[in-house]
């Protein structure tokens, strides 16, 4: 077990794998323990979210699921003091819920635009309403949202998502707004920025688009989980105080380098 964490307080919402694997909240979760953090697991499904605290425990880590829709304020209101009646404060929060949908401004239907907008921006309002008072009283914290490049290129190669990549690009704008106005509460505010890592959430691609998303990249490898995971660690601890409103992009190079003609 090691320390980055020691004596601080965390929930992640969005943390249980949706199927086998590990995903982006799933890994966060468990190196958020593994440093030393009290987890508060937060999932619709319960039952997913008491496998995942079970697997913590059983390494010596701390950790508790709570069942909770957070794109409700009701929900997201049990949550945060779920965390402090449990733990005593609240010093993290890892927004990692969200959803897709595929469909461009003509195809796309706006009961689903709504539901996306419901899952992937709704739930970050509410989560922050909810925890933001909590963290004022522990004397400051850590938001931490999951974007996606999606939110800050045209995404390419699908069949159009207007919605995800809306909700996405609207994120980083929200994660600036939370950074300056709780700056001076000892409150920051970073949002990750997430490329084509392999999760349980898009296994249904098969090989060949796993392949091809690998390949999409300019180091030509891999993103897991593990990857999202431990720059969350990073931003959740106070080896990075005096970092604030950052967009940090965990994508292989996807973003920032491009090829030379050969």
Not at 99 to 104: K, R
Not at 143 to 155: E, R
Not at 208 to 221: I, Y
Request: net charge neutral; hydrophobic share 45%.
């Amino acid at each position: 077990m090691g320390t980055r964490l020691a004596g601080k307080v965390a929930i992640v919402t969005g943390a249980a794998s949706r199927g086998e694997g590990v995903g982006n909240g799933a890994a966060t979760a468990i190196l958020f323990a593994r440093e030393g953090a009290k987890v508060v697991l937060v999932n619709r499904d319960l039952a997913r979210g008491e496998a995942l605290a079970e697997q913590i425990r059983a390494e010596g880590g701390e950790a508790a699921a709570f069942a909770a829709d957070v794109s409700q304020q009701d929900a997201a209101e049990a949550m945060a003091a779920f965390a402090v009646d449990r733990y005593g404060r609240l010093d993290i929060l890892h927004n990692n819920v969200g959803i897709g949908s595929a469909g461009t401004p003509e195809t796309l239907e706006l009961a689903e635009w709504n539901a996306v907008f419901q899952a992937n921006l709704t739930s970050l309002l509410m989560s922050c309403k909810a925890c933001l008072p909590r963290m004022r009283e522990s004397g400051g914290g850590a938001i931490i949202n999951v974007s996606s490049t999606a939110g800050a290129i045209g995404l390419s190669g699908t069949s159009g998502a207007v919605a995800y990549a809306t909700t996405k690009s609207g994120m980083h704008g929200f994660t600036l707004s939370i950074a300056a106005d709780y700056a001076q509460h000892g409150i920051r505010a970073n949002c990750l920025v997430v490329g084509t890592v392999h999760t349980p959430m898009v296994a249904r691609l098969g090989e060949a688009g796993r392949e091809r998303r690998r390949l999409s990249v300019p180091l030509q490898t891999e993103g897991t989980g593990w990857d999202v995971a431990n720059a969350a660690v990073f931003l959740a601890s106070d080896e990075a105080r005096w970092i604030t409103g950052v967009m940090l992009p965990i994508d292989g190079g996807f973003l920032a380098v491009r090829a030379w003609p050969r």
